[in-house]
């Protein structure tokens, strides 16, 4: 199979994971802090990364810590700017402004980078758009708290174009481990800031913090990282937005919500631009992985 056929399948897991993320932490946040939840999810995940790699600090020097920080900057304040405009405006439109970093991102990488756009990204990206309106929007508002949200979106998709451009050839798992103590440091700052820190108060709460911190955080920021340095990131921006479908599908299935049409076409439509935008074509050709014969 090819690498980026193995990073997409790798990246579809990772939006699962989030999505399951999302549902978890509906209830999580409403008992613990946002800020207190979001240190420990990701002082855990970065525990973790170290005790499967002790020695992974020698691999992180200087260029490392120069592209890792401010990677690491730009998903902290992406969350928090998520959380500010969710508490300012609705759940729904909150999604979907969000969402808008798969738009941004190629955007983003034509301005900067001068990345060439495709056709078939070109169409990947607005169906993905109508996608992410027909799950989202059940209503249409204009407020404050909206600018926030695109605030987010516009930190997503520069993290995103940021980590396609500086992961290639670094240690993946070096440059996953600094951003999420990044991460972390930024959230017990917010933490101890808004108080003292209240830990999860229930066995419900830390099954959600273990679940984030380990599948969608630890394991789902090194697929992200590794994929970047060998896929194009407005590809992966596509692939991640499924999140919102897999999110839709959990909740549904736990009873968290009911399964509306628009959702059932939203998530049809989010399939068929994943789809178009990893279908090969004649100009593209990438490396096979090789099978390798057991020693």
């Not at 759940?91 to 060439?116: C, E, M, N, R, S």
């Not at 407005?234 to 959702?263: D, N």
Request: hydrophobic share 60%.
């Amino acid at each position: 199979m090819k690498k980026t056929t193995w990073a997409a399948i790798a990246l579809t897991a990772v939006a699962v994971s989030w999505g399951a993320a999302f549902v978890l932490m509906k209830d999580a946040i409403n008992a613990q802090p946002f800020y207190d939840f979001l240190a420990i999810r990701f002082t855990i995940a970065a525990a973790v990364m170290i005790a499967f790699r002790p020695r992974v600090f020698k691999a992180i020097d200087k260029t490392m810590l120069k592209h890792g920080i401010p990677l690491g900057l730009l998903l902290a304040s992406g969350y928090i700017t998520q959380t500010i405009g969710l508490e300012l405006s609705t759940a729904a439109i909150t999604g979907f402004i969000t969402g808008l970093y798969v738009v941004l991102t190629p955007l983003f990488g034509w301005l900067i980078f001068q990345q060439k756009v495709g056709k078939q990204l070109i169409w990947g990206v607005a169906l993905a758009t109508v996608a992410l309106a027909l799950i989202s929007i059940n209503g249409v508002s204009f407020e404050i708290g909206q600018l926030w949200v695109v605030l987010c979106a516009v930190l997503f998709a520069a993290h995103i174009v940021g980590l396609g451009v500086w992961s290639p050839g670094k240690d993946v798992y070096a440059l996953t481990l600094v951003q999420l103590l990044v991460v972390g440091a930024v959230s017990w700052v917010g933490a101890f800031t808004d108080g003292a820190y209240q830990s999860p108060p229930d066995g419900a709460g830390w099954f959600a913090v273990l679940f984030t911190a380990v599948f969608s955080t630890a394991i789902a920021f090194l697929v992200q990282t590794w994929s970047q340095s060998i896929m194009d990131a407005s590809r992966v921006a596509i692939l991640l937005t499924s999140e919102v479908v897999w999110a839709a599908v959990i909740a549904v299935m736990i009873g968290q919500e009911s399964l509306a049409f628009k959702t059932v076409i939203g998530g049809a439509i989010m399939i068929a631009a994943m789809l178009i935008v990893e279908w090969p074509t004649k100009e593209v050709r990438e490396e096979l992985i090789q099978p390798r014969l057991l020693d």
